[in-house]
């Protein structure tokens, strides 16, 4: 959460809160209950909020204290899959893990000497110069729409759909009870951390009713 001093802090336009945590399945059916909920994996990366206006990227932010960030729109340029432009022509403010997949990390840590790929895809973003983070194969996969009124969307899903619509790479996700039996074993098991190429810690069980 530290701000670096030679990066510009910038304040969040909603603040970016942690998630709560279980290692037991029945705390998580206690949250769900009865309500649709978007179930996907929880992305081990840095967590970056993205904006665009008139259907132009114009600035990213990291999640810093989670009340302010830094203003790291030079290296985010890097990001291999990052739209630059997209068809959306409001303002759009988008939230999604930056990352290395693990192809990439396991590449360049031949000799074992990296630390987290997580700390890797962070410390990349962080530099002043952005040719570092253009060499270190981070990828960008949006998870929230920030501003999901303005889009004329309502539920998780569908704002996932407008973020992938709109040239984003997003999370792998399913809705619950629509996907198979209805039931979390089922979805935690399509949704198969250890097969998927990218680092992972968790899985995200969120209400689908955005309101």
Not at 7 to 16: D, E, R, Y
Not at 199 to 204: A, L, R, S, V, Y
Not at 205 to 210: I, T
Request: glycine share 8%.
């Amino acid at each position: 959460g530290e701000i670096l001093p030679y990066l510009t802090k910038v304040h969040h336009s909603v603040p970016m809160l942690s998630a709560d945590k279980s290692t037991n399945i029945e705390d998580v059916k206690k949250f769900i209950g009865n309500k649709d909920v978007v179930v996907s994996f929880k992305l081990d990366g840095s967590t970056l909020v993205v904006k665009y206006n008139d259907g132009k990227f114009i600035q990213a932010l990291s999640r810093g204290s989670g009340t302010d960030g830094e203003d790291i729109t030079h290296t985010a340029r890097m990001i291999k899959n990052l739209p630059m432009t997209i068809p959306y022509k409001g303002y759009l403010e988008v939230r999604g893990e930056a990352l290395i997949p693990w192809k990439y990390y396991n590449e360049m840590n031949t000799d074992g000497s990296l630390g987290h790929p997580r700390n890797v895809a962070s410390g990349g973003l962080r530099q002043l110069d952005s040719n570092e983070a253009e060499k270190r194969n981070i990828y960008f996969y949006a998870f929230t729409l920030v501003n999901w009124h303005d889009a004329n969307v309502n539920s998780k899903f569908e704002s996932l759909n407008f973020l992938y619509n709109n040239g984003f790479d997003v999370v792998p996700h399913i809705k619950l009870p629509e996907f198979g039996d209805g039931t979390i074993e089922t979805a935690i098991k399509y949704l198969d951390r250890k097969s998927y190429k990218n680092p992972t810690d968790g899985w995200c069980f969120e209400y689908d009713d955005l309101a």
